[in-house]
């Protein structure tokens, strides 16, 4: 007579650690930036079609119903972003410094740094290039 194996529930597994909510609430930001991904395609393929379409589409993004889409997009992407430098320190081999091992929060706000010194450097960029 054999005994039924053991099977460990796995409805919920994620929410029982911390940890893991937190890894999956950075995996859940995923899909917003897929969706902002095909908002500026759909831009893209309004360019192509000619100068009307094109300014329907920005049109469209000035909406409040837009407007408040964005504002929420930018919220999530400010956490994926800050989660994504704090794991930074985890999967990259440690740094070591005149001997002694950078910490990792240091590590994570040097990658902030240069994400935000980056981000200026483009505004500017643009800034000064458009019209």
């Given at each position: 007579?054999?005994?039924?194996?053991?099977?460990?529930?796995?409805?919920?597994?994620?929410?029982?650690?911390?940890?893991?909510?937190?890894?999956?609430?950075?995996?859940?930001?995923?899909?917003?930036?897929?969706?902002?991904?095909?908002?500026?395609?759909?831009?893209?393929?309004?360019?192509?079609?000619?100068?009307?379409?094109?300014?329907?589409?920005?049109?469209?993004?000035?909406?409040?119903?837009?407007?408040?889409?964005?504002?929420?997009?930018?919220?999530?992407?400010?956490?994926?972003?800050?989660?994504?430098?704090?794991?930074?320190?985890?999967?990259?081999?440690?740094?070591?410094?005149?001997?002694?091992?950078?910490?990792?929060?240091?590590?994570?706000?040097?990658g902030l740094a240069a994400?935000?010194?980056?981000?200026?450097?483009?505004?500017?960029?643009?800034?000064?290039?458009?019209?």
């Amino acid at each position: 007579m054999a005994r039924r194996p053991y099977v460990r529930p796995m409805d919920g597994w994620w929410k029982r650690d911390p940890f893991f909510v937190k890894y999956m609430a950075r995996e859940a930001t995923s899909i917003f930036v897929v969706l902002y991904a095909a908002i500026l395609l759909v831009g893209l393929l309004r360019l192509a079609q000619g100068p009307g379409a094109f300014d329907a589409w920005v049109a469209t993004l000035r909406t409040p119903a837009s407007i408040l889409l964005h504002v929420v997009l930018l919220v999530v992407f400010l956490y994926h972003t800050l989660s994504w430098f704090q794991i930074m320190p985890k999967t990259m081999a440690p740094v070591v410094v005149g001997g002694k091992k950078v910490p990792g929060a240091a590590i994570t706000a040097a990658g902030l740094a240069a994400s935000l010194v980056a981000s200026i450097a483009l505004f500017i960029l643009v800034k000064v290039l458009s019209p």
